[in-house]
Each structure stands twice: as structure tokens, then as C-alpha cells.
Nanobody, 117 residues
Framework: QVQLVESGGGSVQPGGSLRLSCVVS????????MGWYRQAPGKQRELVAT???????NYADSVKDRFTISRENAKNTVYLQMNSLKPEDTAVYYC???????????WGQGTQVTVSS
């Protein structure tokens, strides 16, 4: 069984920064892909960023050059550094992992990020 726990969300003013953390626990041998998704009220869940084993990273156009995804494999933790936050970044952010390329995804409970003045 795999569990994901996000932390680091909160309320900030436009232009501020937050760092989200996601700790993956359970029976883990390796992690193929880690990522972050977000869902704003009334909208579909969308991909924010992914970090795939081998070093490849993918970002949504809306966050490119502002957000950075990274991981610490020894801690089974993935981070999302969010800078220059905008009101449209307001959403519940969900951590996601795939242990294998063919495996099912696991999701965290979500952490709220609110950007407002």
C-alpha cells in the first residue's frame, strides 16, 4: 500500500512564493514518475508538472518559468517550488506518483493554495 501526504499549502499575496512537499510512504522499491496536478473550483483537474525517472521534466505552459518540480529520492519526496504566484494559481494541488511506467497512479489528499490580495 502506498500513501501520499502533501503539505506546504496556504494563502499568499500575488507575487509570493510557496513550496509544496509530498512524502510518499509504503511499500516502495522505486518511483517512475512524480507529479503535481491542480483543480480550481468548477474546473477540471490539470497537470502542473511532472518529474520522470531519467531526469525529464514537464510543465504546463501556465506555470513554466515560475514553478520548479524536484525530488529527493532518498526521502521519497517530491517538491513544487512556486514563485511569482498569481490569483489564477488558486486551486487544490494534488501530488501524484507512478511506481512503474505501467502501474496505476496514486494520489494525495490535496493541499489548498490561495493567491489573493
Amino acid at each position: 500500500q502506498v500513501q501520499l501526504v502533501e503539505s506546504g499549502g496556504g494563502s499568499v499575496q500575488p507575487g509570493g512564493s510557496l513550496r509544496l512537499s509530498c512524502v510518499v510512504s509504503g511499500s516502495i522499491s522505486s518511483i517512475y514518475r512524480m507529479g503535481w496536478y491542480r483543480q480550481a473550483p468548477g474546473k477540471q483537474r490539470e497537470l502542473v508538472a511532472t518529474d520522470t525517472s531519467g531526469g525529464s521534466k514537464n510543465y504546463a505552459d501556465s506555470v513554466k518559468d515560475r514553478f520548479t518540480i524536484s525530488r529527493e529520492n532518498a526521502k521519497n519526496t517530491v517538491y513544487l517550488q512556486m514563485n511569482s504566484l498569481k490569483p489564477e494559481d488558486t486551486a487544490v494541488y494534488y501530488c501524484n506518483v507512478n511506481l512503474m511506467s505501467w502501474g496505476r497512479p496514486y494520489w494525495g489528499q490535496g493541499t489548498q493554495v490561495t493567491v489573493s490580495s
